[in-house]
């Protein structure tokens, strides 16, 4: 797939982006409801035959949240659009797929830093067949942790923007199993959804 930013200059990222959320049928206002629902829901529910609710009595791991929150946001998407979305099912499926037109499909990539996302190393790669293409719509969600201070983590970030393989920089080290982003993408390729205030 050629990349909508082909040949345009880094300044001129933006516009692309705007056009490239325009055209998606989940709208923004639409997408930060989703996502501040999923995160709600976390809290809201009860987990085993005494009721134990996250917040209250467990107090999970970022890597935890983050899972939860990657498995509730296709869920709540799905249950407004049952015959429109769907979540992954099959190793090339995107975390949220379009059943109409999987060109609209989402990478869903969740953090605990403040403000930046990261991919495991193979986002730095081209994909494999039968593999997911790492290229495409992403959806950028950072949470704060649970502290000592606070029981009540918040939502801190949503963006929404498109993102190609090539712009994912994998680490130098032979061990290195992480993929970053650099600033220019991020200001460029992503259109901040939500930020609390």
């Not at 959320?21 to 085993?48: M, N, Q, R």
Request: charged share 25%.
């Amino acid at each position: 797939m050629q990349s909508p930013y082909q040949d345009v200059a880094p300044d001129q990222w933006v516009t692309v982006t705007d056009k490239l959320i325009s055209l998606h049928p989940l709208k923004p206002k639409e997408i930060v409801d989703v996502v501040l629902e999923a995160w709600s829901s976390i809290f809201t529910s009860a987990i085993g035959a005494h009721g134990f609710k996250i917040g209250k009595d467990i107090f999970p791991k970022p890597q935890i949240m983050g899972a939860l929150l990657h498995e509730l946001i296709p869920l709540e998407i799905a249950a407004r659009y049952p015959k429109k979305w769907r979540g992954e099912k099959a190793a090339e499926d995107k975390d949220v797929v379009c059943v109409m037109d999987e060109n609209f499909s989402i990478e869903l990539k969740t953090s605990s830093h403040r403000n930046q996302i990261f991919g495991n190393r193979s986002y730095a790669q081209d994909a494999h067949k039968n593999k997911k293409s790492k290229s495409g719509y992403y959806l950028a969600v950072n949470f704060e942790k649970f502290t000592p201070e606070s029981c009540a983590p918040q939502i801190s970030l949503i963006r929404f923007g498109w993102l190609d393989h090539a712009d994912w920089i994998g680490q130098r080290a032979a061990t290195g199993q992480q993929s970053r982003l650099t600033t220019d993408i991020y200001a460029g390729k992503f259109r901040t959804l939500y930020a609390k205030s």
